[in-house]
């Protein structure tokens, strides 16, 4: 409660009455001191001296100035210098990934070039017929194994046939606007009037719905064939073309309770392969 | 001989505490005047040193004064004593008139400490014999800022010294 009086009372006991240290008796000889001093300096240039050893006392403490520059130049041209790196580090990596995605653009090119070639000399054997292209758009398993492809022409009929660099591959399943469904020729569906290239016998062969893979229909067990006879087709019934190799003859088969063999014909003709098909009347 | 005198500082610690202003007021008003490039400096130490005249005319001592006046007249490259003979008038005449001084308002204290700036400056000019407009225009220009900054000084000065003595 008497704590503030108390205070006040010490402070003007400590303050207002205080004479103070600069009485007139001091404050007379430190002047003259001063002044013998200041004619110290004027006549031996005292200060001169003072200020040479005083320099050469701080000099510590005036190099942290440049010394603290230099520690911050070093550390930040250390951390410019990282960092330029790894911006240039970024630089080439966006490079190279850009230089990759332009080689498989090209290797893409350069792959349909081939086909668009292979399918180009393919459709020499076509002689006068017209020829469409179409591109593939898209590759279905289920429920039926099918290819979707794009055409910018409406002059495909259903009666086509398809081929891509292998050859022939399949035939017209559905016709879209601007796209066409392609069924497999390995389609158990569809049957094909072939010959034995070799022996020249008529035979059908139809699919087995496994890709590459095509079964003989009712050959006689007193029939013509040896494994790795060539199969092509023979253009009966006209809705095949003529000549085409459809497969060779991998397996075959005899059964005890049946007249017939059972033939397997294989190709390696890929049916997704590519990206473009050829269609053409047969 | 009662609780307060427990809390206080010995008036060696006083005595240290009032010298390191005045040599960290030196400094800065050295380092402010390499900075400015200016010819006249602003009297920082000079300031600090009215106030601890007027505010403990008992603690502060000659040493102090003369050492921070040298300290000045070293660093500035004037002759020694020249900082030393106008403290030492400072000192005496703020000691003098210190019950005065401490009963005017702040504003009041500015302007005394403005006028006290002006002549500092003045003894400066004519000791340097460098008489140009733009010196003139210089004077002017400290001798506000000096009294502008008084009340900062004086505040900043006033907190540390209560804070010395009775730790609040």
């Known amino acids: 409660m008497f704590g503030g009086e108390h205070k006040q009372t010490d402070i003007a006991q400590t303050a207002i009455f205080t004479t103070g240290s600069m009485r007139a008796s001091r404050f007379y000889p430190a002047i003259i001191f001063t002044f013998l001093i200041m004619y110290g300096d004027y006549s031996f240039d005292l200060s001169s001296k003072i200020r040479f050893v005083s320099s050469y006392l701080f000099t510590p403490f005036t190099q942290i100035e440049y010394l603290a520059k230099d520690s911050f130049n070093s550390f930040d041209s250390y951390f410019s210098s990282q960092k330029k790196l790894s911006e240039e580090i970024n630089t080439l990596r966006n490079q190279i990934r850009d230089l990759e995605n332009q080689n498989l653009a090209l290797k893409n090119i350069k792959a349909s070039l081939n086909e668009l070639e292979e399918l180009f000399d393919l459709s020499k054997s076509f002689q006068e017929r017209e020829i469409f292209l179409g591109k593939i758009t898209d590759y279905k398993k289920f429920p039926k194994e099918l290819v979707l492809v794009e055409t910018r022409t409406n002059k495909i009929s259903k009666d086509m046939i398809a081929f891509n660099v292998f050859g022939l591959i399949g035939v017209i399943d559905e016709l879209l606007n601007n796209s066409i469904k392609i069924t497999p020729l390995h389609d158990a569906s569809i049957k094909v009037p072939a010959k034995n290239s070799r022996t020249l016998e008529n035979i059908i062969i139809v699919g087995t719905g496994k890709p590459k893979i095509f079964q003989i229909e009712e050959f006689k067990k007193n029939g013509d064939i040896k494994r790795g006879d060539e199969i092509i087709s023979s253009g009966l019934g006209g809705r095949f073309p003529e000549g085409f190799l459809l497969g060779k003859v991998t397996e075959i088969k005899e059964n005890d309770q049946s007249n017939f063999l059972l033939i397997t014909v294989e190709n390696t003709f890929d049916f997704s392969f590519g990206s473009t098909i050829l269609f053409t009347k047969p | ?168």
């Open chain 2, 1 to 168: 001989m009662n609780s307060l005198d427990d809390k206080k500082p010995s008036i060696f610690n006083f005595y240290f505490f009032v010298g390191i202003t005045l040599i960290i007021s030196s400094i800065v008003e050295v380092l402010l005047n390499d900075f400015l490039l200016s010819r006249l400096s602003l009297p920082l130490t000079l300031m600090t040193l009215i106030y601890w005249n007027v505010a403990t005319p008992r603690s502060i001592g000659f040493f102090w004064t003369m050492l921070s006046g040298f300290i000045l007249d070293i660093f500035l490259g004037y002759l020694l004593g020249i900082h030393v003979v106008i403290f030492l008038l400072a000192s005496y005449f703020s000691q003098r008139y210190f019950h005065r001084f401490r009963a005017l308002f702040r504003l009041q204290q500015s302007l005394i400490v403005a006028i006290i700036v002006f002549i500092y400056q003045i003894y400066f000019i004519l000791i340097s014999n460098n008489f140009s407009l733009s010196i003139i225009f210089e004077l002017l220009i400290l001798t506000i800022i000096s009294s502008l900054s008084w009340p900062i000084i004086y505040g900043v000065l006033r907190y540390l010294r209560i804070k010395l003595t009775y730790g609040q």
